[in-house]
């Protein structure tokens, strides 16, 4: 199946700064990547969908200056949280959809703590 | 009302028990249906995928889908400790974004 990595898996940080979670297609080129949060015992909660190439879609709700996604390439997505505060504090998670668009593959999350 | 519900559980079997995993949704729009299995700490594995209403068997998971009813199924037959996991179904219309269940946590006791 398709392979959709993150980096780093687990960040600390503090309260007003800027942190940076890659996330990659290992063995697929994807032209749309997804950005989720999900909070302890919540379900997925879509943040953003990105395209490669242009502005990502930001679901209501989440501030787009914020939470900067860049989609710079068919293998690598980025998601900014600018500012941090302890309320960021959750798991982030993205999914790649291959080009065939069959089912969408999710990477290994990340889990960011914010001091 | 949520668009999907999904019991939240926690739900205890013995090992090789069948489970049985569900979703209701609300939009008779939803067209395609997943179910996820998550590792605490990990991203979502994606399982099943199905369109149409009936059966789809993979193994030992087979996916339900009733639409008429808006209800979904998930069975896991000869339940191993593997598989203790959180369950989400997820769905979407046929485009990208994926409307998720809140997630059934399983617990397979050995």
């Known amino acids: 199946g398709a392979v959709v990595s993150q980096h780093p898996s687990w960040v600390i940080c503090k309260s007003g700064t800027s942190v940076k979670i890659e996330c990659r297609s290992l063995?697929?080129?994807?032209?749309?990547m997804f950005w989720y949060r999900q909070f302890p015992k919540q379900s997925l909660m879509l943040m953003a969908t990105?395209?490669?190439?242009?502005?990502?879609?930001?679901e209501q709700g989440v501030e787009k200056d914020k939470f900067l996604i860049n989609h710079a390439s068919l293998t690598l997505s980025t998601l900014t949280v600018t500012s941090a505060h302890p309320e960021d504090s959750s798991f982030y998670i993205c999914?790649?959809?291959?080009?065939?668009?069959?089912?969408?593959?999710f990477g290994p999350g990340t889990r960011l703590t914010v001091l | 009302q949520k668009e999907v519900e999904q019991d939240p559980g926690p739900l205890s079997v013995p090992e090789g028990a069948i489970v049985s995993l569900n979703c209701t949704y609300s939009?008779?729009?939803?067209?395609?249906f997943m179910w996820y299995r998550q590792y605490s700490r990990k991203g979502p594995e994606l399982l099943m995928y199905?369109?149409?209403?009936g059966n789809k068997e993979d193994g030992r998971f087979t996916a339900q889908v009733d639409k008429s009813s808006k209800y979904i199924s998930l069975f896991i037959r000869d339940s191993q400790p593997s598989d203790s996991a959180t369950y989400l179904c997820?769905?979407?219309?046929?485009?990208?974004?994926?409307?998720f269940g809140t997630g059934t946590r399983l617990t397979i006791i050995p």
């Open positions: 999914s790649a959809r291959t080009y065939q668009g069959t089912g969408k593959y």
């Open positions: 063995d697929f080129q994807a032209t749309t």
């Open positions: 990105s395209n490669e190439g242009s502005k990502a879609t930001y």
């Open positions: 939009n008779s729009a939803f067209q395609y």
């Open positions: 199905t369109y149409s209403s």
């Open positions: 997820a769905m979407n219309f046929g485009n990208e974004k994926l409307t």
